[in-house]
């Protein structure tokens, strides 16, 4: 199994909803997301999947997150802005166009990492 990463940094800002009965005060942060993708081997070039349309997808799916205000961006209008929700937000949205850009057999999103802070991340993983 062979796995790779890209990581982008994208400054935001949220207020979660709901927090201990309130909402947050408006604040940002500098997140940072790591997508990982995971593949039984690599292809006929000698990789598992090639970085350079995989980081166009990350710039094109962050694009969207970047320099918002999250509680306004679909679907965080709805969904509450945590680090573990944008994880998934993330997942959901790699899988669907990740497939695609291995032609030769499957690989998939195996792994989203959100960071609020340095220090602080949350991960989301498939079932
Ligand atoms: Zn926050």
């Known amino acids: 199994m062979f796995e790779v990463h890209v990581t982008a940094t994208f400054p935001a800002a949220h207020a979660l909803r709901n927090y201990y ?22 292809d006929s070039m000698g990789m598992l999947i090639d970085f350079v349309p995989l980081q166009k997808e990350m710039g ?44 030769e057999f499957q690989v998939g999103v195996s792994r989203v990492e959100v960071w609020e802070t340095d220090n602080c991340s949350a991960v989301y993983l498939p079932k």
């Open 21 to 42: 009965g309130k909402t947050e005060p408006i604040h940002g942060h500098n997140w940072r997301a790591r997508i990982t993708i995971a593949g039984p081997r690599v």
């Open 60 to 103: 094109r799916i962050i694009g969207r997150l970047d320099h918002q205000f999250l509680n306004e961006v679909p679907p965080f209008d709805e969904v509450n802005p945590s680090a573990e929700n944008i994880a998934q937000y993330l997942w959901e949205q790699f899988s669907a166009s990740i497939p695609a850009m291995q032609p």
